[in-house]
């Protein structure tokens, strides 16, 4: 969806989306393989998911695992697969019975069938969920899904669907993955890098952004919490000025 005027009359962000970064570093201070970062990762988000509601967030959308994480080596990324893997099986039972939808962007034909099967079980079985709906942007990039949507719709035009004349941007935001939800209000980043690093390009426009120095394993609730206070004293103008 583009534009979406009634969370910008909310008092708090609607959509909050994290970059998720800091695992490695986390882990390398402690003199531990990176993959125990990961791991200490996974656990926050549990936390962070049931922060939600009392911060009146009803959308989160994490990113875990880039289009360009593949560069990582062979360990890495396995273990993060396995990870993933790992992460769905024990944590569905929970999400479910928390009222937790759970949605999936990125591109699925890269990743290892039996990953995507367990993906596909956790989106039918939360489907009727609507307490907190949360997104993990597994082998996502913005320019992927932005291509990906732009390749759906030249077939649409192909095929004779859909006219060249019709193509405005609403119509391009239909084909991305993330077709159903609002734009994030407010981008988190942890680990203080301050780069966006291929996340929501076209959602995030007008968002808010918010790059603060903790690694993700150490980011609370409390903090997330702090950030979200901090996000209601912004004053959002989309380019217009202010009332
Ligand atoms: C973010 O943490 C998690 C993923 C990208 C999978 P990093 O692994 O990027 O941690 P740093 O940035 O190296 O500390
Ligand atoms: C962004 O973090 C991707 C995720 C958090 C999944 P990276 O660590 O991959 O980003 P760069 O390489 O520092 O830009
Ligand atoms: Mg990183």
Same mark, same amino acid.
């Given at each position: 969806?583009?534009? %979406? &005027?009634?969370?910008? !009359?909310?008092?708090? &962000?609607?959509?909050?989306?994290?970059?998720? !970064?800091?695992?490695g570093r986390w882990?390398?201070? #402690?003199? +531990? &393989?990176?993959?125990?970062?990961?791991?200490?990762?996974?656990?926050?988000? +549990?936390? @962070?998911?049931?922060a939600c509601p009392a911060n009146g967030v009803k959308y989160l959308t994490i990113f875990a695992f880039s289009t360009e994480n593949w560069k990582r080596t062979?360990?890495?990324?396995?273990? $993060?697969?396995?990870?993933?893997?790992?992460?769905?099986?024990?944590?569905?039972? !929970? $999400?479910?019975?928390?009222?937790? #939808?759970?949605?999936? @962007?990125?591109? +699925?034909? %890269?990743?290892?069938?039996?990953?995507v099967t367990l993906m596909d079980e956790l989106?039918? $079985?939360?489907?009727?969920? !609507? +307490?907190?709906? $949360?997104?993990?942007?597994?082998?996502?990039?913005?320019?992927?899904?932005?291509?990906?949507?732009?390749?759906?719709?030249?077939?649409?035009v192909e095929?004779? #669907?859909?006219?060249?004349?019709?193509?405005?941007?609403?119509?391009?935001s239909r084909f991305l993955d993330t077709h159903v939800l609002p734009d994030p209000d407010l981008v988190i980043r942890t680990s203080g890098e301050a780069r966006i690093s291929n996340f929501l390009l076209w959602q995030s426009a007008y968002s808010e952004y918010e790059f603060v120095d903790t690694l993700w394993p150490d980011f609370s609730a409390e903090e997330f919490g702090k950030v979200i206070q901090s996000y209601t004293r912004r004053e959002r103008r989309y380019g217009g000025v202010k009332a």
């Open positions: 969806m583009t534009g %979406k &005027p009634e969370q910008a !009359d909310r008092a708090g &962000p609607c959509h909050v989306a994290v970059i998720m !970064d800091g695992n882990a390398q201070m #402690r003199g +531990r &393989p990176r993959l125990f970062g990961h791991h200490a990762g996974a656990r926050r988000v +549990r936390e @962070i998911v049931e062979q360990t890495e990324v396995a273990g $993060l697969m396995k990870l993933f893997r790992r992460y769905i099986q024990s944590e569905a039972r !929970d $999400l479910h019975a928390s009222g937790v #939808r759970v949605r999936f @962007i990125g591109d +699925r034909v %890269k990743l290892e069938a039996k990953l989106e039918l $079985l939360t489907s009727g969920n !609507d +307490r907190v709906h $949360l997104t993990v942007a597994i082998n996502y990039g913005g320019r992927d899904e932005v291509t990906r949507a732009a390749k759906r719709l030249a077939y649409e095929q004779g #669907r859909l006219s060249h004349k019709d193509v405005d941007a609403e119509t391009l």
